[in-house]
């Protein structure tokens, strides 16, 4: 484990492979890829490869097969400087991989999943130990379990829950920051209207809900002690090339902690987040773009982009 460790990031790992194609792809048809290139994946690793990019401690809890998909997973992940002493190994198990096709013109993707078989994520002495020592603990749809057992052993470090995709037994009760999709989050607490949605899901727990939107930026409530909640809107950041929106979510998040964590205030946070986002979305995968922290530095420098604070905020 590392020392002065600073967040834990717990859930999937993947390894991709991605096509650059125009055509669209038909029955019993051809066609002839611009670009194929293989990258890691999956949401709580790719958060991980963020927060270590950005000089974060982190480690990485998750488990593969004992497959030449999960050799591929490990040796990425060491690549990036992420602690990878919690990711175990499985034997007999399948490790999760995707065959992903990016539309170049619009850089809209299709993803074909071959889901983790005979895995589970049961957290060691050795993980819960590295958990006690973080700031933060951020998880994913797979890690989401591993809170119970995280507060049953005392520890009362912050989570993060990135909610992309859907939470099984989704319990908001004990997480700090709760970050889905606009889709996600109004499907989840039953409502179209996002500011809603967003009240209600600070009722059942968090200090902050971070919305993803896109090309719209995100959307951030923010309940003070006093109940009263502040909804803030951080832009999306225009890039002069346009890879691929693979993976920009889960960059999102990762900088979005990276920032709280080095304790910067949640509007700082926001543009580090959106920033790094919108420059992950340059490659053509999700991590080959993931800046630096001196290029997101430079990045912002040159922007004049600020977090608006919306009317109307209310409580929640």
Not at 63 to 73: E, H, L, M
Not at 109 to 125: D, F, K, N, W, Y
Not at 134 to 156: E, K, L
Not at 293 to 310: H, T
Request: glycine share 12%; charged share 20%; aromatic share 2%.
């Amino acid at each position: 484990m590392q020392a002065g460790l600073s967040v834990v990031c717990i859930g999937v790992a993947t390894h991709d492979v991605i096509a650059v194609a125009s055509d669209p792809l038909l029955p019993d048809g051809r066609i002839v890829a611009e670009a194929i290139v293989e990258a890691g994946g999956g949401n709580a690793a790719t958060a991980a490869v963020v927060l270590a990019r950005l000089g974060v401690a982190v480690e990485f809890v998750g488990s593969i097969g004992d497959d030449a998909v999960g050799a591929t997973i490990r040796k990425r992940l060491g690549e990036e400087g992420v602690g990878i002493s919690g990711l175990r190994e499985v034997v007999g198990g399948q490790s999760p991989a995707s065959v992903i096709v990016v539309n170049p013109a619009t850089a809209q993707r299709s993803i074909v999943t071959l889901p983790a078989a005979g895995l589970t994520l049961e957290l060691s002495p050795a993980d819960l130990v590295a958990c006690r020592r973080a700031a933060w603990i951020h998880v994913d749809y797979a890690g989401h379990r591993a809170i119970a057992q995280i507060r049953r052993a005392g520890i009362a470090a912050l989570v993060s829950l990135d909610a992309g995709n859907a939470v099984p037994e989704l319990d908001l009760g004990e997480i700090e920051l709760y970050a889905p999709t606009r889709s996600q989050l109004c499907r989840t607490m039953g409502t179209e209207d996002v500011r809603d949605a967003m009240r209600l899901a600070l009722r059942a727990g968090p200090r902050i809900v971070a919305v993803t939107m896109g090309e719209e930026g995100s959307v951030t409530g923010v309940r003070g002690g006093d109940g009263a909640v502040e909804f803030l809107e951080t832009p999306a950041f225009p890039v002069a090339r346009m890879g691929s929106t693979l993976g920009a979510g889960d960059v999102f998040h990762g900088a979005l902690v990276a920032g709280l964590a080095t304790g910067r205030s949640v509007s700082e946070a926001l543009l580090w987040a959106n920033a790094a986002a919108a420059l992950a979305c340059r490659g053509i995968d999700g991590r080959s773009a993931i800046p630096g922290s001196a290029e997101l530095a430079q990045f912002l420098g040159s922007s004049n982009a600020e977090v608006a604070v919306l009317a109307d905020a209310g409580s929640a």
